[in-house]
């Protein structure tokens, strides 16, 4: 099994440009999570996918952030523009609701910088 | 490669010795309590969880102990070896089922060879 897979794995963009961050779950994973994990501190919560539809998306700022799971697989999160503060690693996670929760599982994440 | 946190709380043991890393959580009406070992450049990696009626379950060569009075969390690492070396991360759950985990602050472990 493969895992979460993500790309790209890094990303280097000047600030106000556009930047796209893909996830490509576990096979069967009905909810996808994307979170953001600034430098020395835990992952914070973006926004959680049931299936296609967007079911928790509080913490997603959405003035330049937007996020979309057509068909209720892959799931890509945009940032547009990019602002300094926007450098973190963004990571992606997928999970089979109900399931014990040692099947919550993270892929790698992309490291964003922005310059 | 690249670095999960530069400024985090630190714990230095040597190999073979046990580990204890200390977490905090903030929410009372958390239900499951989860431990999570971060290596440079992956994303979190599931350890061992526990439940909030439990305070304490075993895993391999890792204990968790949860002080529900204190709100406190712990993970216990049994004969530490160089490959335990990474950041660790609680986080917990909240009652609404969301999924939505709530991470606390990092520590970074260094086995000592």
């Known amino acids: 099994e493969a895992g979460v897979v993500q790309s790209p794995r890094y990303k280097i963009i000047e600030k106000k440009q556009p930047v796209a961050f893909w996830c490509n779950p576990i096979?069967?994973?009905?909810?996808l999570y994307w979170y953001r994990q600034n430098l020395g501190q835990g992952p914070e919560l973006l926004i959680r996918y049931e299936n296609e539809e967007a079911v928790d998306d509080s913490q997603l700022p959405k003035d330049r952030f937007s996020a979309e799971r057509l068909k209720g697989v892959d799931s890509t999160l945009k940032i547009q523009p990019a602002e300094l503060g926007d450098s973190a690693v963004y990571l992606c996670?997928?999970?089979?609701?109900?399931?014990?929760?040692?099947?919550?599982?993270f892929g790698s994440g992309t490291r964003l910088t922005v310059v | 490669g690249e670095s999960v946190g530069l400024h985090l709380p630190t714990l230095s043991v040597q190999e073979g010795d046990n580990s204890i890393i200390n977490c905090a959580y903030s929410n009372s009406a958390s239900d499951y309590f989860i431990w999570y070992k971060q290596e440079s450049g992956k994303g979190p990696q599931f350890i061992i969880d526990i439940r909030s009626n439990m305070d304490k379950r075993q895993g391999q060569r890792v204990t968790v102990l949860l002080n529900k009075t204190v709100k406190h969390l712990s993970l216990q690492i049994a004969a530490t070896q160089p490959g335990d070396s990474a950041v660790y991360f609680c986080?917990?759950?909240?009652?609404?089922?969301?999924?939505?985990?709530?991470f606390g602050s990092g520590t970074r472990l260094l086995v000592r060879p």
């Open positions: 986080a917990e759950i909240g009652m609404d089922s969301s999924y939505k985990l709530i």
């Open positions: 096979s069967g994973h009905n909810t």
């Open positions: 996670a997928s999970s089979l609701q109900g399931v014990s929760l040692s099947g919550y599982t």
